[in-house]
């Protein structure tokens, strides 16, 4: 196995876990995360994404009255991305996270109307920002079929993008608490200044994983880990729980992610729903790439200049699949979902907080 040069990153991240040179022999001896059949309090187990659709009937129609727009093609516009199609994992995360949250401190499984409020915004943050991705990386395809830019052009899907963030302030300020508005509106400074450290690259070979990290957090991340810790403070006054809440949906945040990222690789585009190597074309090293240039040097140039000369992003794909790159990466992501199934166990047993374990678990089996 060869050396990680970036080991005293990892030591950080994973000081509990084993060393990172024997991954090979991990996965060789490590059964692969399964769904229980029965939750660790003893209740039978129930389908996190089932369990949390309880309180997300009508998540979409209530989406779009939120948006309510009297210029047609502009509504088209904004609400096509909600049309019911995906799996809602941050709104499930959210209400899942809620009445773990209200269980732990009163015993009571009821969610407050504000706290459905978050999982409406944190929604519609993420699918603003879907459109705002799609038009910075030229996309095409989003979610199997064509991205907002491609139908209406970019100036237009550049407003929409706006229109449903505009939305989503709109409805965060109804909930009325201060603490709550400034957890969100720090998503939204973490998800500009992710974007903008995707732009830039790190010369400097051992600060470009902690570049990479930061970068996963503040696009990705930072709205999981501030709607759970916003929905905990709704729910609970104990700045212990918050903390709890915080880091579960930072750690799942960051290891989906990782994910992601391995998909790129390992998917074909009808599974994803997007064209596979997306990244290595718009010039992004995410993981399994920073993983391979260990095995693969000469990858370090193409890093560099953003893998733009002919044949780059070709030559790229094949170091990662030749390498560890995706393992690694992959375990990586498998740490990560420990940390968060160590911190949401801090929490009083209840179905909803062993859905939040198996969801984090559900997280390294996705679209696979």
Known sequence: MFKIPYF?????LMSASPNMHSISQFHQRTPAMCCCRQTQSGEKYSDPFKLGWRDLKGLYEDIRKELHISTRELKDMSEYYFDGKGKAFRPIIVVLMARACNIHHNNVREMQASQRSIALVAEMIHTATLVHDDVIDDASSRRGKHTVNKIWGEKKAVLAGDLILSAASVALARIGNTAVVSMLAQVIEDLVRGEFLQLGSKENENERFAHYLEKTFKKTASLIANSCKAVSVLGCPDPVVHEIAYQYGKNVGIAFQLIDDVLDFTSC??????PTSADLKLGIATGPVLFACQQFPEMNAMIMRRFSLPGDV??????????????????????????AVREIRKLRPSTERDALIQLSESVLTRDK
Do not use: E, F, P
């Open 314 to 339: 070709d030559r790229a794909r094949q170091y990662v699949l030749q390498s560890d790159g995706v393992q690694q990466t992959t375990y990586l992501a498998q740490q990560y979902c420990h940390k």
């Open 8 to 12: 005293s990153l990892m030591k950080i």
């Open 269 to 274: 585009s009808d599974q994803m729903g997007k």
